[in-house]
């Protein structure tokens, strides 16, 4: 028989929720520590974009227990998969278990001798402290924005004696196939598929 321990899953993501899940299903005691004010990681509808959809069939991309909608398309978009995760944690409980907006500022052993883990945390009714035996972490790699300095880009690309100003890229093949195209927010021009700022992968 396992002893039930405090078993704290740090992000409410796909694999965060997944892991909650496990652990509570084996008789722990879980509580989830979800930064944002809603589920889903980068399906977050705060932190998705416009047509934002899966990269993977909707037959891969679902947990073992739970398959997506018959409605979804093969490759759901966002709000689809959003949905597909609240119902998830909906179906097992695990909605009760977390903790919105609520942030981890550090994470150290436990200094009473016994074993785990001391969490401080940073909450809507202000900082906190708390101890757990284990601590998942299911931030993922997408946890940290990135984003590019187009000014420090830009002055570069001056320096090259290429001058061009980007706020938004996205590629497309051109008709014929011979040519990579970078569509910005400002400007539209023809560049080689050499160019390593806007090369795609070979298909």
């Known amino acids: 028989m396992v002893s ?4 704290c899953v740090i992000g409410a993501g796909v694999s965060g929720l997944a892991a909650a899940k496990a652990f509570a299903a084996h008789g722990h005691k879980v509580t989830i520590i979800e930064k944002s004010r809603d589920l889903g990681g980068v399906w977050d509808p705060a932190r998705s974009y416009p047509d934002v ?20 398309p093969e490759w759901p978009k966002g709000p689809q998969v959003h949905a597909y995760l609240c119902d998830y944690a ?23 001798g016994k074993a785990g883990w001391t969490l ?5 009714d202000g900082p906190s402290r708390e101890d757990f035996d284990f601590v998942a972490i299911c931030t993922g790699q997408f946890s940290e924005p990135q984003t590019l300095d187009f000014r420090a880009r ?10 061009c100003t980007h706020r938004a890229i996205t590629m497309q093949r051109s008709p014929r196939g011979a040519r990579w195209w970078s569509l910005a927010a400002r400007n539209l021009r023809p560049t080689s598929p050499s160019t390593p700022s806007t090369r795609a992968p070979a298909t």
């Open 154 to 163: 830009t002055r570069s690309r001056r320096e090259a004696g290429k001058s």
């Open 4 to 7: 039930p321990k405090q078993v």
């Open 53 to 72: 959809q899966t990269q993977s069939p909707k037959d891969l991309y679902r947990y073992t227990d739970k398959a997506m909608p018959a409605s979804y």
């Open 120 to 124: 401080d945390l940073k909450t809507p």
């Open 90 to 112: 909906r179906s097992h409980g695990l909605d009760r278990l977390i903790r919105f907006a609520t942030a981890v500022v550090a994470m150290n052993r436990r200094t009473d």
